[in-house]
């Protein structure tokens, strides 16, 4: 399974920019996708993820800011960023949990950075 992740730039403070990643190979179930963010000197964090059902999650430092949204037809994720403050400035990694019983298989895509300047 690859994970190819797009989309990451340089933005000014209160600009927008969505994130894109697409699944390809043998993917059995999906059991969730999601980004994750890493900043400089910091661990990896989650931002947003979404079910194999559709259930989303985004954590709060994001919500009224970010949209987690899934195309099921081309195994692909996206993330819109709007409003976005220096803080957002991190390297975007896309995730995916596949479910191949009796395990959960966790791929990880390369990154993406995205740079907010002020």
């Known amino acids: 399974v690859q994970l190819q992740a797009s989309g990451g730039g340089l933005v000014q403070v209160g600009g927008s920019l969505r994130l894109s990643c697409a699944a390809s190979?043998?993917?059995?179930?999906?059991?969730?996708m999601g980004w994750y963010r890493q900043a400089p000197g910091k661990q990896r964090e989650l931002v947003a993820r979404i079910t194999g059902g559709g259930t989303t999650l985004h954590v709060d430092s994001v919500k009224g800011r970010f949209t987690i949204s899934r195309d099921n037809a081309k195994n692909t994720i996206y993330l819109e960023m709007n409003t976005l403050r220096p803080e957002d400035t991190a390297v975007y990694y896309c995730l995916l949990e596949d479910y191949v019983a009796p395990r959960l298989l966790t791929y990880w895509g390369q990154g993406t950075q995205v740079t907010v300047s002020s």
């Open positions: 190979g043998r993917i059995v179930n999906i059991n969730a």
